[in-house]
Structures are given as C-alpha cells and as structure tokens.
C-alpha cells in the first residue's frame, strides 16, 4: 500500500460478500456485492462513483463509513486505517473523519426530533462542549445549509424534502469531517430542489475544503459535480477517470451503454434485449456486451489508455 497520508480516502482490495440460504431448497448461495475494488480520493476533491441499480454503489458507501463490515481489503481515511473489525471506540474516531448523507432524508431521521436535537446529538457523541456551545454550534451549521437559527424547533416531518436534506447536510457537517459520502443524496428531490442542493454541496466543499464521494446513477449529476469518475458494474470498476475524459472518450462498453441510454431529445425507445448468462469470472459485463470475443472470459487487467484514464 502507498503511503495512506497522500490522500483523503485509500481504499485497498475493498470486497463484500453476503451469504444467504434459500428457505425452501436450503441451498447457499453467496452475493458478491463489491469485488476486490482499489480507489483514492484527493484531499477537497470529488470522487463520483456511477452505474445502474444493483451495482455495489451503496453497499462500497456503507463500508467506506463503517455501516458494512468488508469481507476482504482496506480503507484509510485522513491516513488513519479502519481496524478490522472494528471496535465502538475505532468506529466513533471513524465517523469523526467520515460522515454520510443518504438518499431519503426522511428515513434516516426521528421525525419526531427536532433539529436542534438532531444537531446537538451529533456534538455530545464527538465534542466535550458546554449546552451554550453548543447551541451557538447549532445556530452556525443551521444557517451554513440556508435553514436558518429559526428552524432549530421544528420537528423533520414539518419540513419540505429538500429542507430535510439541508438538515441531513447539516447533521453531516456537525461531526466536522473532512470526508462526505454522498448516497443518492439528490435523486428523491424535484429538479429545481435538486439544482439548489448541489449549488450549497459546492458552496460548502469550497469553503470547507471538504472532500466528497458522489454516489449517483444520474450521470449528469455526476458531471456536474465531480473531478474524476469511477464506473461500477456488478460490484467491479469497469472503468475510471477524470469525469470530462471518461464522458467524452468511454473507454469500457458498459461506460459507453451507460452513456447512450441517458435520455436526449430524438433517442430511440426500443425495447431492450434480456439480459443473457451472469457470469462469475473474466469480464463480469460479457454477458450483455455486444462486443464480446474469446478473451473477455478471463480476467481482463486494467490498462492504461492515456496518462489519465485507466479501463479495463
């Protein structure tokens, strides 16, 4: 592993795999969510991690903060490793330098508990302040999210979607992470809410200095708001790069099916082929790939195709 120190997040052979028996049969069968995934993230840089329903997107968030348990690999945040497992003490200093916004603000709150509380909470598990400084704190994280000191009292069900997920932010931000994984965090708001969402991200990521991983199957947002952008496809990277490049020069077949099947003004609706056989090793995409030839049933090795960009 090279040196953890250089970077925000260090993610080394990261895997997940979730054992189950089916009731009636009573057969095992293993699901391998994540698959021997590598990445770094630079210091108050966005890291995007994009592909369809299914591909390990959340299961890699969870681990990354400490929700999920790894089956296999590494993960270093702020140079410091996650032990293995990790005991209530690791996970706490954890959660002080990784934090995470879901994707249904809604869910992930006690819609009975208000905002001030929520806030406050998050300040006596990681703080040794006294109730006025926190309450100051509060006031702070309130305003930097666009809600404003009046909302401390309000219980969540009372506000809008996108106020709940300004409150999500805010209850992010009251750890005082250097690292913000964000799940989904914009798809189950209205477009306009959506736009004003990202627009606080990147105000906060500026002034902060924060580091950021995006999770989204919306490629534009991906766009919009990442440097580099790393392309999952049943749990393997397929693909990654600077966001720009991989958008306009898709190297893998699954990045570029992904890319044409973003709706546009004239696109084509036909109905899509079914899927085809799964496969368990080579290229895992090579079931559905119309490119497929001999080769691909062996684990293909990332290759670089310019200094930037790496493919498989």
């Known amino acids: 592993m090279s040196d953890p120190t250089n970077y925000a997040v260090q993610v080394e052979g ?16 293993d699901v391998h969510a994540v698959r021997d995934i590598s990445l770094t993230v630079g210091q108050a840089e966005c890291l995007g991690i994009a592909g369809e329903s299914g591909s390990g997107k959340s299961t890699l968030a969870r681990m990354l903060v400490g929700l999920e348990v790894p089956s296999a690999g590494s993960i270093c945040v702020d140079g410091e490793r996650l032990p293995e497992p990790p005991k209530a003490a690791d996970r ?32 006596r598990v990681h703080f040794d302040r006294d109730r006025a400084g926190r309450e100051t704190r509060t006031g702070e994280l309130l305003e930097a999210v666009g809600l404003g000191v ?12 996108g106020q709940r997920q300004r409150l999500a932010i805010a209850r992010a931000l009251a750890a005082e992470p250097s690292v913000i994984v964000l799940d989904e965090a914009v798809s189950a708001l209205d477009v306009s809410i959506q736009a004003q969402i990202l627009n606080l991200l990147s105000d906060l990521r500026r002034e902060l200095a924060l580091t950021y991983i995006f999770i989204s199957h919306d490629l534009a947002v991906i766009r919009q708001v990442s440097d580099r952008v790393l392309v999952l496809y049943r749990g393997q990277l397929m693909e990654q790069g600077p966001v720009e490049k991989v958008f306009h020069e898709a ?36 079931g559905r790939c119309g490119r497929v030839h001999a080769r691909c049933a062996a684990e293909p090795p990332l290759f670089s195709v310019s200094r930037t960009v790496q493919s498989r």
């Open 14 to 29: 990261l895997s997940k795999t979730f054992h189950s028996r089916h009731k009636r049969s009573g057969h095992n069968s």
């Open 92 to 123: 706490k200093r954890h959660a002080r330098r990784i934090q995470m916004v879901f994707q249904d603000p809604y869910s992930s709150l006690d819609p009975r508990q208000p905002v001030g509380m929520v806030l406050d909470e998050v300040q």
């Open 150 to 161: 009046g909302y401390a009292s309000a219980v969540p069900r009372a506000l809008s979607g």
């Open 251 to 286: 190297a893998h077949p699954y990045s570029q099916l992904l890319l044409d099947s973003v709706p546009h003004q004239g696109m084509s609706l036909t109905q899509r082929p079914e899927r085809g056989f799964l496969a368990e090793d080579g290229c895992l995409f090579r």
